[in-house]
């Protein structure tokens, strides 16, 4: 039953992204100034942000596990936060390089100073300081627990930082500062059929990554 | 009531113990603002806060690095008379001392070198500079205190210290800097209510957090 529910989603993940791939680059979009097909980049960009909240959500529940459990499982769920923050990481990358393509033909630069590019740079700074503070000491139990406590209060002002502060402040990016986003008027109901589809499938792609890298951890071992 | 005196004495007591090495801090803020000021001596007022907040930042940091830096045995000691969430609270008060301390000599140094922002030189403008510096300090404290305990676990490791603080010190940069530049155009204080807000939440944030992770943290 387990075994059968696991083959479902990941043939659902797998279906889905395929389908966004497809859907996003043939299907109609509408004509919006300044936009023009550059609006198809939600399709890849967005559902690339959707899948690194999610999987440092997945990283700071195993954290918060880790701080819980004794022993060994401590060892294990922290193993299981270190996977998630690190494919966490490459979406993240994933999502900063399709925001630069983006930005380039709508804002006429890759990098601008607006909040939330800024925010989405220093959440990556966060989570590579993760892996410095995990490189820099040695005993395992002693690292599983530095790292976890780190994890959770980074999550935090993680979230702060991309999430609250660029909807107080003046910001290009749709969704702040006023600027429309994939709720508004430039998000039509074809869209949204792309759109949804594409961050479940992503999601459950980054997922499946997670569990393939954790058990050839252990296969490794 | 006795646990806190206690806990209280002994970290003024390390810090008078220590004095020469707060003294050190204080001239890294002149110098570094001296270095400022003989490559820009005329910024404008928005570098002018960018500069104070660099100066600030990078000075406390000195500061609060030093703070968990205690021989083990002292902590073993500690641990037996205080929780883990009480010695957050101490030291976060301890760093908060220097940062203030580090925040008004930083600002006295800017205002004799380069003078206050034209529209700031009223009394109730640097009443609201004052404000908006003296709460990010404050924030800057809650954060670094965190941050100097995880470091000090590890090894006590300066550079990774600045490594873990910095990216989480950027939201409380960016909400202080934002208060502080209203705060230097004299904008009316419910302008600046909003940026305050932020950063007193910027503080409550680490502060709850640290409280509640410590333990785990602290624990051997």
């Keep these: ?221 | 009531m006795n646990r806190w005196w206690t806990l209280g004495t002994w970290a003024l007591s390390a810090d008078l113990r220590r004095r020469t090495d707060y003294l050190q801090f204080l001239l890294f803020t002149a110098v570094a603002t001296y270095l400022v000021y003989s490559i820009a001596p005329a910024p404008s007022p928005s570098v002018w806060l960018a500069l104070l907040w660099v100066v600030v930042l990078f000075s406390s940091m000195q500061a609060a690095f030093r703070a968990f830096h205690e021989p083990e045995g002292l902590w073993t000691y500690l641990n037996q008379l205080a929780s883990p969430a009480e010695l957050f609270w101490v030291k976060t008060a301890q760093i908060a001392v220097h940062t203030l301390l580090t925040a008004l000599a930083a600002l006295l140094l800017f205002g004799l070198f380069f003078g206050l922002p034209e529209s700031a030189q009223s009394g109730v403008a640097a009443l609201k500079i004052g404000a908006s510096l003296g709460l990010g300090a404050l924030a800057f404290a809650a954060t670094m205190s965190f941050t100097s305990a995880l470091a000090s676990r590890a090894g006590a490791n300066p550079a990774l210290m600045a490594t873990l603080s910095l990216p989480l010190l950027m939201p409380t940069v960016l909400v202080a800097r934002r208060a502080s530049s209203l705060a230097a155009a004299n904008q009316e204080w419910s302008e600046l209510a909003i940026p305050l807000f932020g950063e007193l939440a910027m503080l409550g944030l680490p502060l709850a957090l640290g409280s509640v992770l410590m333990p785990y943290l602290w624990k051997q």
């Design chain 1, 1 to 221: 039953m387990k075994n059968g529910f696991s083959i479902a989603w990941k043939t659902a993940a797998a279906a889905l992204v395929s389908y966004s791939l497809v859907a996003g680059l043939m299907s109609p979009v509408p004509r919006l100034f300044i936009l023009n097909e550059t609006i198809r980049n939600l399709y890849f960009h967005v559902p690339m942000w959707f899948t690194m909240v999610a999987l440092m959500g997945v990283s700071l529940g195993y954290s918060i596990g880790s701080l819980r459990k004794p022993g060994i499982s401590a060892l294990e769920s922290d193993r299981k936060a270190r996977l998630a923050a690190e494919v966490a990481l490459v979406f993240a990358f994933l999502g900063l390089f399709t925001g630069m393509i983006w930005a380039r033909f709508t804002w006429g630069a890759y990098w601008t100073n607006d909040p939330k590019l800024n925010g989405t740079a220093v959440a990556i700074l966060i989570y590579l300081a993760y892996f410095v503070l995990r490189s820099s000491v040695e005993d395992p139990e002693k690292k599983a627990r530095l790292a976890s406590t780190y994890n959770v209060f980074a999550f935090v002002l993680m979230i702060v930082f991309i999430g609250v502060l660029p909807r107080l402040t003046d910001s290009l990016h749709p969704g702040n500062g006023g600027n429309p986003a994939f709720g508004s008027y430039d998000l039509d109901n074809g869209m949204r059929a792309v759109f949804y589809p594409a961050v479940f499938g992503w999601i459950g792609l980054g997922v499946w990554i997670v569990e393939l890298r954790d058990r050839l951890a252990r296969l490794s071992k």
